[in-house]
């Protein structure tokens, strides 16, 4: 029904416009004018220029539909009200967030190379410094999954679950079968998951599972059969938070495939980090302020902090930073992690990436880097989920590899992990893909290390990757005229996939 009313509303544009062309005689220059104003208004939107690209081809090859195309998208969507309501939220926890302390002079003061990034995410974007935060990195969904049956058992007041992807079966079962159990004693089991992720994953009547079971759901953005702009807004976060002293995020959906349960792809490359301590509240507040927005209610923040009076401080645990990133602010946090990364990068920038279509900004501080001496490299998948992704994807290849960027393909299956290291001193684990969906149109968060023994393990994970990864060429991003000619027409709509 969703796929046929929205085909009806694409049907009366074009009948709208063939009619008005039959029937008023100037219609023609009308839609063509108006068609011209829209293209001015988007070259001055303050917008990446990717999008602009992207919609003055359409309106360039449909000059009658691709005008007034753009005109309703944006008169059926509604930001202005959404975001209202997500600077509410992030006000109201602004506090709450400095519960446990404020580090951030005390990390710029033992290491000042970490000052622009930690600055910026913390007084601008809202997301303090930690400390007294344990790490654990899990290189595989597997050993991802087994701790996060074991945290869940510990469990004593509250359980947060916030994911873009959930499919039954036996990881969702064995998740669940813990939950409903929890729910029954009493503990606060919280669910929130994206309709368009799950669209076709979940049963109907999912919701109605889960509150038999005593726990409390969100669907987050319904899926409406209405051509809207906010529709590619999904929610591809994913968070789970134990009574606010241990949390999870990373590339890790629940489903099957994830944990090599079932083949999906050959065999599933994925990352993911647990933060243990003072750093966990702040994913759990970023879970909480999604939760009040979606479903209109609101929690007092603080009353969630949990007691952690016993928390040790070890040195080698370094710092910790989680941070989430929202389209509705036009604040690309992901983006700015990313390129802050590279940027002041003085030796190696490792990077595990599903899909690699990027901008001019991030595409220029790659091969900017490489080009100053800085190792460089990339590993992507061989298998792909989505070949026109892949096609796209691997049209970036040449211009990296002839700026010095070593682009590798994992061949034992897909590659999933989101993650980012350098220089034994910084890494990120989280949530965000290197193509525009992921940088500009999702909600995403992750968890940014600073000067911990944890860097050693992503930076070796990724070290053991290599040797089950194939080194991309120049020879092999050779290409015929034709296979020129296509991708570079998909990069055209880079920011539609």
Known sequence: MVTLSLLAQIGLFIFLIAGTGIYLKYSYWVLTILSVIVSIFIVNKQEKSGFKITWIFLILLFPLFGGILYIMLN???NPKKLRRALFGNIHDSRDAFYL??????????????????????????????????????????????????????????????????????????SILTILERKAAAGIDVRIMYDDLGCFFTLPADFQKTLRQKGIKSYVFNRFRPIVSSLQNNRDHRKIISIDGKVAFTGGLNIGDEYINAIERFGHWKDAAIMIEGNGAWSLTLIFLQMWNLGTKKKDIYSSFYPAQDNIPDNSSWGYV?????????????????????????????????????????????????????????????????????????????????????????????????KTFVSDDKIATVGTTNLDFRSLYLHFECGVLIYASETISAIKEDFLRTLPASQEITLKDCARNAFQRIVPDVLRVFAPLM
């Open 321 to 417: 930073q989680p941070y989430a990133d929202s389209p509705i602010d036009k604040e690309n946090v992901g983006e700015h992690v990313y390129l802050k990364i590279i940027n002041q990068a003085k030796n190696y920038v490792y990077i595990n990436t599903p899909y690699l279509i990027v901008d001019n900004n991030l595409l220029s501080a790659l091969t900017l880097a490489a080009k100053s001496g800085i190792d460089v490299r990339i590993i992507t998948p061989h298998r792909w989920d989505k070949w026109i992704v892949a096609i796209t994807s691997r049209s970036y290849y040449r211009r990296l590899i002839q700026a010095g960027v070593k682009v590798y393909e994992y061949t034992s299956g897909f590659n999933h992990g």
């Open 75 to 77: 008169i059926w969507s």
């Open 100 to 173: 446990p302390g404020n580090k951030l002079d005390e990390l710029i003061n033992i290491y000042p190379d970490f000052k622009r990034q930690a600055h910026y995410l913390q007084e601008y974007a809202g997301f303090p410094v930690y400390s007294k935060t344990r790490q654990e990195y899990f290189p595989s969904g597997e050993s991802f999954f087994y701790r996060v049956l074991e945290e869940l058992e510990k469990a004593e007041k509250y359980i947060f679950f916030e994911f873009f992807i959930i499919k039954e079966g036996l990881m969702l079962s």
